[in-house]
């Protein structure tokens, strides 16, 4: 009898594969993301919050650049590698040593490595305590003491072996995106637009060297007025072209909310109404239809904004989280053990 077993085209068995790969993947973010818990460390380092925080509060004192730059390196560390603390190895191949996170903050980095010697410190959390959770406990303590919200903060991140400089450039979002690629690459780390427009919102605080806006300053030669992106408030301009002449200094820069650049709260969004957005990839959340409703949202609603905030750094922890043999507890953070 003459078998009726029919075969799959191969672009059908293809779709089917590239299925079961997703489904695989999504079940494996979906086990690591379950060992995170606000009590991990209940039993093994029950002070590690007030340990973190103490460093954060005195590392403030000294200097605000650490607020604004703690927040940016969480947000790398997550988008490259996933939340693994792999923004923090220094090595001539490691990823801060590669394209934007040339420009981490010393003072970020500083208060990472104060906050982990407080906590190893603790002979009751010595080497219990991952870099990467450290540095999600500090990203929240910054905002919490710049006037943001604070909130609960999940923990469990192992600390990743590795950082590959090669991927940097491509994980993170340039500052003249539009809406559709920043779209893109928040939804491939499991983000919504909300959620980009609501860490986008993190740009409250912290400033930007003039070569990633300068572009929109002046008309360069060679049809690159297109790259200008959306318009700017005509007084903001010329303000930013004192700032930023074209023959700038490399050290010269702006506050990204140039009404309250020290206080974590909603003026960013009140910046964008305004058309005194910095970047055209912070801009274009106003300019754009799809994405302008959000900003007016979170310009009028403060509560709104910080309660869209604490529910995208959730889900922004949650990234790429190391299990097992993956991950270690690193016990120097630069260091792979």
């Known amino acids: 009898m003459r078998s009726t077993r029919r075969s799959f085209p191969s672009s059908s068995r293809q779709s089917v594969l590239a299925a079961l790969v997703g489904v695989v993947l999504a ?3 979906c086990c690591a993301a379950a060992q ?7 039993s093994t380092c029950p002070n590690v919050e007030t340990l973190v925080r103490g460093a954060v509060t005195q590392k403030l004192q000294e200097t605000f650049n650490a607020a604004p730059g703690t927040l940016r390196l969480f947000f790398h560390d997550c988008f490259v590698r996933g939340c693994d603390a792999s923004v923090l190895l220094s090595g001539p191949d490691d990823e801060h040593s590669a394209g934007p996170d040339t420009t981490l903050s010393p003072d970020a980095l500083d208060l990472i490595t104060r906050a982990k010697a407080a906590v190893d410190g603790d002979p009751q959390c010595t080497n219990k ?5 450290i540095l999600a406990l500090a990203a929240r303590d910054v905002v919490s003491q710049a006037g943001g919200p604070y909130y609960q903060v999940e923990l469990g991140r192992l ?11 491509h994980s993170l979002p340039g500052a003249g995106f539009d809406l559709d690629q920043l779209n893109k690459l ?15 919102g993190g740009h409250t605080i912290g400033v930007s060297h003039c070569d990633k806006f300068v572009r929109r300053l002046y008309t360069f030669k060679g049809g690159a007025a297109a790259q ?11 303000q930013m072209r004192q700032t930023c002449p074209l023959n700038y200094s490399a050290s010269a820069f702006a506050m990204l909310d140039a009404v309250t650049p020290r206080k974590f709260d909603n003026g960013y969004y009140l910046t964008l109404q305004q058309m005194k957005g910095l970047l055209a990839s ?7 239809r799809r994405s302008r409703a959000t900003v007016n949202y979170f310009a009028a609603n403060q509560t709104a904004f910080f309660d869209a905030f604490v529910a995208a750094m959730a889900k922004l922890g949650r990234i790429g989280v190391k299990t097992g043999a993956d991950g270690e507890i690193r016990r120097v ?3 792979a053990n």
């Open 333 to 335: 953070c630069t260091k």
């Open 129 to 133: 305590v991952s870099c990467a959770d």
């Open 228 to 238: 200008r992106g959306p318009p700017m408030n005509l007084y903001f301009l010329r």
């Open 27 to 29: 079940a494996t973010a």
């Open 159 to 169: 600390d990743g072996k590795v950082g590959t400089r090669a991927v940097v450039k």
């Open 36 to 42: 995170l818990n606000q009590s991990y460390y209940a």
């Open 186 to 200: 928040f939804a491939a780390n499991g983000l919504t637009q909300t959620d980009m427009i609501a860490l986008s």
């Open 282 to 288: 912070d801009q274009v959340l106003f300019a754009d």
